[in-house]
Each structure stands twice: as structure tokens, then as C-alpha cells.
């Protein structure tokens, strides 16, 4: 993997990052393909899109199919079916949502349906399906009951058994309520995982580290200068950051300057529209977010200022709402998305309250390409310097 | 609307319908775009399947968001999105599956999940939610509570503000368990409202009547007749079909030689790939099903013979099965849509056992691209006359 910064303006820059299956420029968001795929989207709607880079989900595939599965089928890029680069995390993410993050009743998996039982039961999230050690993470998988035991190494194994472009090195992701002394000790695992990975990965691989430490500053500084030393290909900041966004870009303002110049630095998890611009004007390169497909399901579209989105409405529209009934207009004036090009508010409105599985697939299609198309105008705006002019633009002085 | 046979092969004719919104050959199978479309299939993937004309359910657009928020948005061919041209049914369907049919516990409402509690409580049951008297069919929505009253004027102004292309004249669907007495009083109200249509339908439009009668040989020869005689632009075949496929195919070969050879027929409903062979030689020349999508979301999807379809697992396979785990060849390896040419049976396996989306995108676009692939090989087979060979190589002899 080569990364190529071509410009910088401020602490912001435009790069190139280019593996075995092509290249993408950086600041990139990276949809996510969880198991495999990103909800209604085909490989030629992310093509169409201009996708070149998606990220996928380790441990569940890890789960189902397996990853010796996957490699008997020729690799994980030859099995979904994307010619693109692809991204494996490293399995730690899912150490919070389905440990510590169900403990503490925070993160996307304590409010999932399938577990809505269990998030009103006490006494059974008490009994998390992810336990930490110093070797590694043991999962229970909460819909078999599978064990999955998760080492540096094993995770090593899994991601080279998929054979993605850039794999990250297994880390332990603390909660926002975790305490200072926990933080630390997860930290301190994460950085010996960290040695273990350097030495087990695929060198055909390009491996990313991933700075911890939560919302503390001095851990952050550790963790970023532990991890700068070493020879990782790129950085991750993952785990928790914190309990606003201001702690989030505490936290990024504290670890981009710690980092190389010239290694890509990846925000792991995040990627509200508000966020992209804050966090790409303090440096960071890559962006990875269920969001647009998640608020798809919830029947949000996104909408550009023009269109009246805004930081109250988080640039989005329900489409479920009354007004939309008679709305001849496309979701965005400005998108030249095929949805956009093809159907009304009104029909998108009606496809939504009659549970038509379409709507889910149209209103994917239209926030991937929406935020694929933001982050252009955000490279192109910092290529002539009016990165400022367009942030005000969209989220005001 | 025009009808031009093109050439025929002892009872079965190729043609070619022509509408204000384009033409399409026959022997034809049309998708079902129930409440407007086709389950995760947008219009970009049915032109390029090559479907040409959709079916699209009265009741639930009226229902739904309304005929009148339809009119007032452009019509159902602009609120769609499609060009190509659309035929709405009249609603009669709806009186048999949420009356009739929910009574005798037969048809796809009696077993849809939503109504899962109703099947089993005969009591509820009982409470049918469609009630025929001699001037119409008065529905309760089961899910709105909405009253509806549909009489032969209401079912013509409803379909004129939808502004389809083909419409169909009121009728009253009965069951396979409805006796000759009951079977006969509703066709006779079948007649009268098909003449109440002929008065006041939109002259802009091109209207079917629908022949009725159930099993019954003398009564369907009554139907027939009847209306043959009126000035139909094309005739329906609806109602119950008897008990078996014999059954249908004796009521096929009792009503299609008293209608006018110089009009279209329509199998209402019908499109297992069986059907289409036994039924295109009897003379039909329309079908409309779910069958295609439907299938999908049971994980089925379509093989040919070479692939090993036969009729006794009804030219599917079943995507969960545990031989498709490492299965790398496309669904159908004669299919030359974009999901065979693209994806793995293992990865299209992998999708459906991970509940995702894309599998019944995938699934969906499969189907309805393999039968309107069937449709055109059956038209080509009658203009060569090899239809007799297609048939034997696909149902045996």
C-alpha cells in the first residue's frame, strides 16, 4: 500500500492511498459492508456511485461463512464480488458492542431489535457476550451462542484467510463510562496486541495500528506515540471518544499531531456530515459509518443546505412526513443521483409507509452517493483552498 | 390499444399489443407492482430485464396513497417512474383474498404473516373483511380499518384517475370451496357490473372483462359468451381455476375457444413456469403472478433444465441449502442476467442466511429476468414451431 499526500492546507490534506486492487483519495468515506454486502446496494451501484473502498466486518464473517470459507472461494474481494479496495476491521469493535457497550446500555447493539429483550433485561446483559483478557477477546455469539476466541494473531490469520488490502490489529474498545483505570489497562492490552499483530500479519497486507486511550488526554498521548513508533502502514483512532463531540475533537486534536505526516489516519466509527467536515479540517484522511444506510432504514434522507438541511435537522428529511405527500421534487435539487434523477418525495414517501423493501434500496443509494459526492466537493474545496467557504456553507459560522 | 396476431401454431399465437405508453410481444408475463412496485426492482433494472409492462393493484394504490393523490401527482405512469406500459386490475381479486379466500382459509392473504393471528382464529376469521352485495364489494382495510366501497363506476373512475393503460372491469373472485349455486349468483353479478364498466369507463383507456364461473364447465361456457359478445378491447380468465391443474386447463380449453380470436387473453394470476408452457398452448397470451418475487423471498431462485430444473422442484433451487456453501457457479449458468453473470450461489447463500437486503434484490431481479428470458424463448419457439421440443426439454414428455 502507498500513500501519496498530493496537498495540505492547514492541518487538512488530499492524498492518494493505492493497494493491489486500485486506488482512492483521501479524505474518503468508506461505507460499510458489515457481512458482506452494503444493504440493497450491488457491485454496480457502487461502481455507479464511485465507490472505491469499502469496509468490512471481521468478526462477522469471521461468524458466517467463516473465513476459511471465504478463502476456499478465492478471497473476500472475488466472493462479494468488488474489484475495489476492501478494508477488514479487526474483530475489537465488536469486543465493545457486544461487552462492554451492553454492559454500559450505549452503542448501536443495546438498541438493536433482535437484542430488545435483552436490553430490558438487567440481569441478562449483565452477562456480556464479549470477556477481555490478556490473550485476547472470547465471544459468545449472542443469535448461536458460537464461541469465537479472537487472538492478535488469530486475527491475523482471519484477515489473511480474507485477503483485504488493509487490515487493522486487534484492539480492545473501551466505553464511554469506562474509568480511567480501565481505559488504561485496555490500552496497555491493545498496545502488546498491537506487537503481536506486527509480527503475525501478511505482509501481502498493509496493516493499520489503532490508537485507545478514551477521552484522556495523557492515554491518548501514549497510545499515539506507542503506536507512531512502530512500523504500522496507517492509523485508526478508535475506541471511545468521549461523551460529546467537542471530547471527540479533543481527542483527534490531541492525537493527529503525534502521528506521522505521512501514514493515512483513519476515524474509526464515525461519519455524520457535521463530523466529516470538523474532523477532516483536523487532519484526518479516512471515514467509516453505517450512517447512511442506517438512516435510510429510518426513512432519512439527506438533504443539502439548498435543500434546507441543516446541523438542527442534521441535514436530513423523514420522509414519512405529511408534507412530502404532493412533493413532486426530488430528495435534493442538487444530487444527480439516479434516485434523484427518477422519483419523486411523494413516491419515495409512499414506497416508505407501504413497507416496500424498494424504498430501503433507493434511499441507500441516495445517502452513500450523497456523502461519496460530499466528500469530492470537500477534496476539491481544499484543492482550491475554499475548504472554510464550504464548511460555512453547510454548517454555518 | 391494438392487438396484432402475428402468426399462430395451432391454438397458440405470438402477437404484439400496442398502448399510448409502447408495445410488448405476447405470449407476455407481467410483473406484479402491487402497491407500485416490484418488490427491491427499480426501472432502471426493468428495462434493462426487458419488462415491458407491469400490473398494478387498484386496491392498494386506492387504498394507498389514494387515486386521487396519484391524478394530482401526474398519474401512475409519471408517480412510478415507469414508461412502459401499466395494467391495473379492478380490485375484484381483493374481494375474493380478503373475503371469500380468508373465509376458506385458501389464497396468499389466509397465509400471510400479518394475518398470522387471524388464520389461526377461526372466530376472527369469520369476520371477513370484504362483503359483496349486487351493487359492489364494501372492504374494511385489515390494517387501516378504512372502509372502501368499490362498485363497477367506482373501480372506472379510480383506475381513470390512475390513468393506466389497460384496465379491468369489476368482478367477484370466487374460491375453489364456493359451491355451483353461490359460484353462479356471482357471475351473474360479475355480468352486470362488466356492463355498468362498459358505460362509464375512461374512453382513453383500453378495458378487459373478466370471465368468471369457477369450475364449472356450463358456467364458465355462459361467462364466455356473455362477454365475448361486448366490446371488450381483451378478456381476463379470473376467478377460481377448480382444484388441481387439470382443473385449470379444462376451464382453459372450455373458455378460450368462445373468445373473439382477434383479442388478448388473459390468465389472471397464473405464472408457475409449468403454466406458462400448458397454458401459451391452450392459447393464452398474458399472465401476471408474484410468483417471481415471491420465490425470492423463500430463498428460491429459477434453473433451467440444464441446470437440473425439472417439474418436481418446480425449476428452483433452494439458496439455504448446505450443498451451495462452496457452490461458485452463478444460479443458472445459461442466465445472462447481471446477478448470474456477477455473483456465486455461495455468496447469494451467505446473503440469505445473513438476512441482507441485497439477497432479495438479487433474488428478485434473478427470477423475473429468468421467466421474461422463458417468455421470449416460448414466443421464439412458436415462430420456428419448436414449441413442442422447448416444452418436452422443459417439462418432459
Known amino acids: 500500500m502507498k500513500f501519496k499526500v498530493e496537498m495540505s492546507l492547514d492541518r487538512m490534506r ?35 456511485i464511485g465507490v472505491k473502498v469499502v469496509l468490512v466486518n471481521t468478526y462477522h464473517i469471521h461468524v458466517k461463512p467463516g473465513d476459511e470459507v471465504v478463502k476456499r472461494l478465492g478471497g473476500i474481494h472475488k466472493f462479494i464480488g468488488f474489484d475495489g479496495v476492501i478494508i477488514t476491521d479487526s474483530g475489537g469493535f465488536q469486543a465493545f458492542s457486544l461487552g462492554l457497550g ?7 447493539i443495546a438498541n438493536n431489535i433482535f437484542l430488545e429483550g435483552l436490553r430490558k433485561d438487567v440481569k441478562l446483559r449483565e452477562k456480556k457476550f464479549a470477556h ?13 451462542g458460537k464461541i469465537v476466541n479472537l487472538t492478535p494473531k488469530k486475527a491475523m490469520e482471519i484477515q489473511s484467510n480474507l485477503g483485504s488490502d488493509i487490515i487493522y490489529a486487534l484492539d480492545e474498545c473501551t466505553s464511554p463510562l469506562s474509568d480511567k483505570e480501565y481505559t ?38 501514549r497510545s499515539a506515540k506507542f503506536m507512531a513508533e512502530k512500523d504500522f502502514a496507517g492509523y485508526g483512532i478508535g475506541g471511545s471518544l468521549g461523551k460529546s463531540k467537542q471530547d471527540m475533537l479533543n481527542v ?30 483536523r487532519g484526518i484522511d479516512m471515514f467509516d459509518c453505517v450512517t447512511p444506510t442506517r438512516e ?27 408534507e412530502f405527500k404532493f412533493d413532486e421534487k426530488p430528495i435534493s435539487k442538487n444530487c444527480e443521483c439516479f434516485v434523484c434523477q427518477t422519483y419523486s418525495r411523494a413516491y419515495l414517501r ?37 475548504f472554510y467557504k464550504l464548511k460555512e456553507t453547510w454548517l454555518g459560522r
Not at 132 to 144: A, L, Q, W, Y
Not at 300 to 314: I, T, Y
Request: with cysteine; charged share 30%.
Open 184 to 221: 488504561e489497562k485496555a490500552m496497555e492490552r491493545t498496545h502488546r496486541w498491537a506487537e503481536e499483530c506486527l509480527k503475525y500479519y501478511d505482509r501481502k497486507q498493509a496493516l493499520f495500528g489503532i490508537v485507545q486511550g478514551g477521552e484522556y488526554k495523557d492515554l491518548r498521548e
Open 252 to 281: 483527534i486534536d490531541c492525537v493527529v499531531p503525534l502521528l506521522p505526516e505521512e501514514k493515512p489516519r483513519h476515524l474509526l466509527g464515525i461519519g455524520a456530515i457535521e463530523d466529516l467536515f470538523n474532523c477532516v479540517e
Open 296 to 322: 435510510a432504514r429510518r426513512g432519512h434522507v439527506f438533504v443539502d443546505p439548498e435543500d434546507g438541511g441543516n446541523m438542527r435537522n442534521k441535514f436530513r428529511l423523514n420522509i414519512k412526513n405529511s
Open 14 to 48: 488530499v492524498g492518494k492511498i493505492s493497494t493491489p486492487h486500485g486506488s482512492f483519495e483521501t479524505p474518503v468515506f468508506i461505507p460499510c459492508a458489515t457481512a458482506g454486502a452494503i444493504r440493497c446496494l450491488d457491485v454496480r451501484d457502487l461502481k455507479e
Open 102 to 108: 451492553l454492559e454500559h446500555g450505549v452503542g448501536k
Open 132 to 144: 477481555v483478557s490478556g490473550e485476547g477477546i472470547t465471544f459468545k455469539d449472542p443469535k448461536t
Open 350 to 386: 409512499h414506497l416508505y409507509k407501504s413497507n416496500e423493501l424498494l424504498f430501503f434500496r433507493l434511499a441507500s443509494y441516495h445517502n452513500v452517493y450523497f456523502i461519496i459526492d460530499l466528500m469530492e466537493k470537500i477534496r476539491d474545496s481544499i484543492r482550491d483552498c475554499s
